[in-house]
C-alpha cells in the first residue's frame, strides 16, 4: 500500500519503519524528526498525503492533530482513509472525522496501547473508532504494526476507550502503591502482600503484571529505577483527556479526578516528570498522613 506516516517521534518512527519493513511504500513527514531507513521523506505533511492509499498522524495532542488534518485532507485522494494513531480528546478526534468525511474520505481513530516497546516489536493493541469500510482497508496495517486491533464502533470511540482503560489503570496503581506504603508501615513483607493480592480480589494489572515494588513480581520498570516504561507525564495526560470527556458527557468520575489531581501533583511539584507511572510508590513510602 501507498502510506503517507505524519509524525515520526517515539511512536510513530517505529511504526512507519515496520509497515515499511513489510514492504509497503511510506512517505513520511515530521517538523523536527527525520525518517527511519526505508521510509521516504517528504517535504511537508500535505506532500506525504498525497497519491496515499492511507495516511497515518501520529502526533503529540488534537489541536496538532486538527492543524494537521486541515493540511492533508484536501491533499488526499477520493476514497482515502486517515488513520489518526494519537492520543487525543474524543471531541478532537469526532471533528477531525467529520472533516474527513466530508471531503470523501475515510477516517479512524485508532489510538493504541503498548508504548515504545510495542511499537518498535509490532505488538501494539489498537483501539478503533470509524466506519467498518476504513477499517477493513487499515486492518492489514494494525497487523504489521500490532497484535490486536478492536473496532470499539463510530468515530471517537478508539479514544473514549483508551481514555476509560486509562483512568482504571491511573486509579489502580495509585490503589496499588498506596496499599504497599500502607502494608510497610504495618510490618507487612511485600513478598507477602504480593503473594496474597496477586490471588485475591485486590488483584488487577498494576499488581501482577506491573508491580510498583522493586524485586516483587515479573520484572517491571520498579527494577529499573523507575525509568519508564510508560511515564507519569503521559499518564497524566490521558487522566486530563478522561477528565475532559467526563466534563463534556456529564458523567461523574470522582475516583478519576482525584487520580488525574495527584499525577498532577506529582508530575508538576514533586519529582515525577519522567520517571514512569508506577514511581507513585516511593512517593507515598515517604508520607505521611497530613504531608
Ligand atoms: P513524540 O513527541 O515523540 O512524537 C510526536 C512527533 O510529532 C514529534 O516528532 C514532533 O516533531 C511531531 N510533530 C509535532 N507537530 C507536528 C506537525 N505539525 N507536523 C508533523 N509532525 C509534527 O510523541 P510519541 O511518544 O511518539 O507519542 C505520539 C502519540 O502517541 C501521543 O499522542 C501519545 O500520547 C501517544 N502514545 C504514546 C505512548 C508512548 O509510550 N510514548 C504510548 C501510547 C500512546
Known sequence: MKIGFIGLGNMGAPMAANLAAAGHAVTGFDTVATPPADVAQ?????????????????LPNGAILKAVAGDVIPAMQSGAVLLDCST?????????????????????????????????????????????????TAEPLFEVMGQKAVHCGPAGNGQAAKICNNMILGV??????EAFALADKLGLDRQAMYDVVSTSSGQSWSMTTYC????????????????PGFAADLMLKDLRLSQAAAEGADA????????????????????????????????????????
Open 212 to 227: 510498583p515494588a522493586p524485586g516483587v513480581g515479573p520484572k517491571s520498570p520498579s527494577d529499573n529505577g523507575y525509568t
Open 172 to 177: 489502580t496503581m495509585i490503589a496499588t502503591c
Open 42 to 58: 517528504a517535504a511537508s505533511a500535505a506532500e506525504a498525503a498525497a497519491g496515499a492509499e492511507v495516511v497515518i498522524t501520529m
Open 88 to 136: 487525543v480528546d474524543v471531541a478532537s478526534a469526532r471533528e477531525v472525522a467529520a472533516m474527513a468525511e466530508a471531503a470523501g474520505l475515510g477516517a479512524l481513530d485508532a489510538p493504541v496501547s503498548g508504548g515504545v516497546g510495542g511499537a518498535a516489536a509490532g505488538t501494539l493493541t489498537f483501539m478503533v473508532g470509524g466506519g467498518a469500510a476504513a477499517f477493513a
Open 252 to 291: 461523574d468520575t470522582p475516583m478519576g479526578a482525584l487520580a488525574a489531581a495527584l499525577y498532577a501533583r506529582f508530575v508538576e511539584e514533586e519529582d515525577g516528570a519522567g520517571r514512569d507511572f508506577s514511581a507513585m510508590l516511593p512517593r507515598f513510602e515517604t508520607r505521611t498522613r497530613e504531608s
